[in-house]
């Protein structure tokens, strides 16, 4: 079984292929258990469903149904993997007990099991019966893998004082695809089409697949065309999966609450303080959506490296944040099919709320995969940040701030300060507000002393600040000579 291959089918995921294969084909009898989730769209069945195949395991997949219709369909999937006949079974420990039987030392795949966790909440504790030394799982030898896309629900099977905690060896989460890989799976090459493409959909592969059946923009003239024939299209499947993808949260009682605090972060309200503003609630009304959304990684909390508790939200998932910021407020013109108005009136607003925000988290993808020869050694820690300037009454942001590995005892070092424009050609002028929050934070206590003012622009950079620039990968002689990276050098192989 160690010699699995992938299948040519399955696109990328050579680390999650990797790590499955060795949890199938590990001699070791402590593992027998392994969690695959990850949200929807990611591929999670089509790679399990590969990986039954190549090691001729059983692959069953739960639905939204009964405790009684779900034994009757498990029952016919174990009976087909038998060799035929019909298998009634009165309970799950009958149900598992049987397909350990016919499956001896192989491999089980459930996929969608909160679907049956729902309709037999006792089921983990049926299996953490079957688990122990004596129970049927591993006296056969076979390796269980549980998968699903409900979040909130497979991050609670191995938590606190649940069944399940303790038993798997596996916990494999499924993302999305990086942005580079994203690229080259949409056919991609042109890295500023590739940035528009990904500030929509992501790098969720069903989107290209199923979604909008291979339909790829062909040229940067070809964008705003495919726009309107996909996302914007009431008739493909595309323009609705945004309200789907909270609808399917089990853990969500309240959807105009979401989309609510949704919003508020898309429109740039990123402090818990200033959600509940714009939704005009109270701060303390908005924890619980807050936790739940992050739960469901739709959203996430980054803490501010220069600013000890205070953290921002952003949504993870774009084609939200592209939904949040132009679906929503264009709804009424959408359902009528006046798609063209819509895209019209809300071009510029795609362009800064989503793309330019879309784009400052790839320059930060791509700072913290950065070669050592980039910053002088490899990244600890990559985030947003502000630095206050008292002095003159404002705060400046810092879009990338790259820190070494935290040294106890020691200031903590910055390698670089990174401003990010998208639609922007760069100056020096925004090396000067890189230098001054350089110098704020050297008399906070940082070690500034060999931090890199880094220039990130999607549109390019002026003659001034190209004259007074260092290629990527050779370090500046004097500190205030700034790093310029540009689109290619962000789509360019880190390796």
């Not at 002028?429 to 880094?454: E, N, P, Q, Y």
Request: proline share 6%; hydrophobic share 40%.
């Amino acid at each position: 079984m160690e010699s699995l291959v992938k299948p040519e089918r399955v696109f990328n995921r050579d680390r999650e292929w990797a790590s499955l294969v060795r949890f199938a084909a590990s001699p070791s009898p402590d593992v027998r258990l392994g969690i695959v989730s990850g949200r929807r769209r990611q591929g999670k069945t089509f790679l399990l469903d590969a990986l039954a195949e190549a090691a001729r395991g059983f692959f069953f997949t739960a639905t939204d149904a009964t405790e009684l219709d779900s034994l009757a369909g498990f029952g016919a999937a174990v009976a087909g993997c038998a060799g035929g006949g019909r298998y009634a079974f009165r309970d799950w420990d009958e149900a598992f007990e049987r397909l350990c039987e016919v499956v001896g030392a192989g491999l089980i795949v459930i996929d969608e099991f909160p679907y049956l966790s729902k309709a037999s909440p006792s089921l983990p504790s049926v299996l953490q019966r079957a688990l122990d030394p004596r129970g049927y799982l591993r006296q056969s030898g076979a390796r269980l893998l549980l998968c699903g896309s409900a979040m909130s629900v497979m991050g609670h099977l191995l938590s606190g004082s649940a069944p399940l905690r303790g038993r798997a060896s596996l916990e494999l989460i499924v993302k999305p695809l990086g942005y580079r890989e994203s690229a080259r799976f949409w056919n991609i090459d042109n890295p500023r089409l590739a940035v528009l493409v990904h500030s929509i959909v992501g790098g969720t592969p069903a989107y290209r697949r199923e979604f909008v059946a291979g339909d790829t923009p062909d040229s940067l003239a070809d964008f705003d065309s495919w726009v309107l024939r996909t996302v914007l299209n009431p008739e493909v499947p595309l323009s609705r999966e945004a309200r789907y993808l909270l609808a399917e949260e089990t853990e969500i009682r309240d959807p105009a609450l979401y989309h609510a605090v949704l919003g508020a972060i898309s429109g740039g309200n990123t402090t818990r303080g200033g959600i509940a503003n714009a939704i005009g609630r109270g701060s303390t009304d908005i924890g619980h959506p807050l936790s739940v959304l992050e739960d469901a990684q739709l959203i996430t909390r980054e803490a501010d490296p220069f600013n000890r508790g205070k953290s921002s939200y952003r949504v993870v998932e774009p084609l939200i944040a592209f939904y949040e910021a132009i679906m929503r407020r264009e709804w009424t013109r959408l359902e009528r099919g006046n798609s063209e108005a819509a895209w019209r009136n809300s071009r510029a607003t795609f362009l800064s709320q989503v793309v330019g925000p879309h784009f400052e988290e790839i320059c930060r993808d791509w700072a913290i995969s950065a070669a050592e020869d980039v910053f002088g050694e490899l990244p600890g820690h990559v985030a947003a940040a502000t630095v206050n300037d008292p002095q003159r009454k404002r705060q400046i942001q810092i879009d990338v701030a790259v820190l070494a590995p935290e040294d106890t005892g020691q200031p903590r070092r910055i390698l670089s300060l990174g401003e990010v424009k998208w639609d922007r050609v760069m100056t020096p002028g925004h090396v000067d507000r890189l230098r001054r929050a350089r110098d704020l934070l050297s008399a906070k206590g940082f070690d500034t002393s060999r931090t890199i003012l880094a220039c990130y622009s999607g549109a390019g950079f002026d003659e001034n600040l190209r004259a007074l620039a260092t290629p990527v990968g050779h370090r500046p002689a004097d500190p205030d000579t700034p790093l310029l990276i540009d689109l290619d050098t962000v789509y360019s192989d880190p390796r």
